[in-house]
């Protein structure tokens, strides 16, 4: 076999490792089993005097306060989870409230285990931004006890000479308040409950009398209705069941102006993300109108089945989640185009765990028949191949970046060019990949990995975070002119 032709690398690695800190840490609610033993407690804390009852609280805002933002207020939080099993008719001190909400209630360290899979995009806030510089957002999936995954942010600078300058990270985290009364969209919302099959004459009782957008409330009120006709009883409690899961997958979340972004947290909420939020693949979205709105697929994991989801913010302080729709979102690894193409969504998607496919959509949240778009094909990516987040817009084409997977389990990262009008279309892509583990790369929790959820494009450079091994992350960069020029000759070839 003939040597290879030496090049240059294309891409450059920055120094900067950023790895988990197991000292961020949110407030949990920690219900200590059933009905009985929480009353069992209840009284226990009762029957205290008032003086034990403010030593031990003194203790407790001594060791932890400092450790969180509004301790207090987490702790009244909490103990409304168990407000209910107070003896009827009794009114408790303050003390005794937060005494109660500190024993239901328990510190989680976010990224204890791992920080990894980042993605990259521009910041909403350009203001007092040097000239030739970017804010810019970064997102990641970190996991703590249990293997639960988030969505934690960092933020920063690129400059003009394309170096990169992370914020400082607040050693506070926290997670957002509920919004306690989204609205929902009848259409969608219909189309879920027929693929999640929910039986035709139940699921319209249950819908009618919905108007076109509704609130859980309303909602509900049907569920009430439905109760008291003559359905099944199985047909109609699993259409209910099914509906309360489905809302309750579909919620809204606040963050307080003055956290940090790097405090933000989204933690998972509802019952199809309890055992993780994962591989968030964040695109700054440019709609027909000039509108900017911040998407973000993810993959919901409850322990035993995914949901992929859809991240909806304008200001990374509110975030709307929907659940996706149609017979191609069943997979993980979804990834936005960053605009509508011939007045249609784009997404790239995995839908068999080999290749790479792309799928077109007229609603965002709804999505069928993919169309296969790439095979493996160099033998460093003959187990499997994926997209590593949204492809940005050049001048010659869609760059996609894409991951391969080869002997060993060892991941690659690979670019490739796709057609600007019809991105189904790969018109060129590198014959070596961008980016293998190296020496200092290999170990860690999933050794011999290197994944990118989303690059962004700062002038003429491609920024490229990445994690590796499935623990900590880095950052490379990847200039334009050559990668272009590399896919220009491979066309041509």
Avoid at 47 to 53: I, T
Avoid at 71 to 77: H, I, Y
Avoid at 427 to 451: A, K, M
């Amino acid at each position: 076999m003939r040597a290879k032709e030496q090049r240059r690398p294309l891409v450059k690695r920055r120094t900067t490792v950023l790895n988990a800190e197991s000292s961020r840490v949110i407030t949990r609610p920690h219900i200590p089993g059933d009905s009985a033993r929480i009353k069992q407690l209840v009284t226990r804390v009762l029957k205290l005097s008032a003086d034990d009852v403010h030593h031990l609280l003194e203790d407790v805002f001594h060791e932890f306060s400092a450790r969180h933002r509004n301790f207090r207020q987490a702790l009244e939080r909490n103990f409304e989870h168990i407000s209910g099993r107070v003896p009827r008719g009794l009114t408790l001190t303050a003390e005794q409230r937060l005494l109660l909400g500190a024993y239901v209630t328990c510190e989680y360290s976010v990224e204890a285990a791992a920080l990894f899979n980042p993605s990259i995009v521009p910041h909403p806030d350009q203001k007092g931004v040097d000239k030739g510089s970017l804010r810019f957002v970064m997102s990641f999936r970190g996991t703590g006890e249990g293997h639960v995954s988030s969505i934690e942010f960092r933020s920063g600078i690129v400059d003009e000479n394309d170096d990169i300058y992370f914020d400082p990270v607040s050693h506070y985290v926290a997670t957002p308040e509920m919004h306690t009364d989204p609205v929902y969209h009848r259409l969608h919302f219909r189309r879920k409950l027929e693929e999640l099959g929910a039986r035709d004459r139940v699921m319209n009782h249950l819908l009618e009398g919905l108007r076109e957008t509704f609130t859980l409330d309303e909602l509900e009120t049907q569920i009430r209705d439905l109760r008291s006709t003559k359905y099944r009883l199985k047909d109609k409690q699993h259409a209910i069941d099914t509906a309360l899961w489905l809302a309750r997958s579909n919620y809204e979340v606040i963050f307080r102006p003055d956290q940090p972004i790097s405090e933000r947290v989204l933690f998972p909420v509802s019952a199809n993300e309890s055992a993780g939020i994962e591989d968030a693949r964040f695109v700054r979205f440019v709609d027909d109108d000039g509108s900017v709105t911040y998407y973000a697929t993810y993959t919901a994991y409850n322990g035993f089945v995914i949901l992929p989801q859809l991240l909806e913010t304008y200001d990374f302080l509110t975030f709307k989640i929907h659940t996706l729709s149609g017979n191609a979102v069943q997979n993980k690894g979804m990834a936005l185009f960053p605009r509508k193409i011939n007045g249609r969504f784009v997404m790239l998607s995995r839908q068999d765990g080999v290749n790479n496919y792309i799928m077109f959509s007229d609603s965002l949240r709804f999505w069928n028949d993919p169309d296969l778009l790439q095979e493996p094909l160099h033998p460093l990516e003959f187990v499997q191949v994926g997209n590593c987040g949204s492809p940005v817009e050049t001048s010659e084409g869609w760059l996609a970046l894409f991951h391969g997977v080869g002997p060993m389990r060892r991941y690659s990262i690979w670019a490739e060019l796709l057609d600007i009008d019809d991105p189904s279309k790969v018109i060129s892509r590198l014959d070596e990949p961008i980016l293998t583990p190296d020496e200092h790369e290999r170990d860690g929790y999933v050794p011999n990995v290197v994944y990118s959820c989303g690059s962004m494009l700062h002038e003429d450079t491609l920024i490229v975070p990445y994690g590796i091994a499935d623990q900590r992350c880095r950052v490379a960069s990847l200039s334009i002119p050559e990668v272009l020029s590399r896919l220009r000759a491979n066309r041509q070839s």
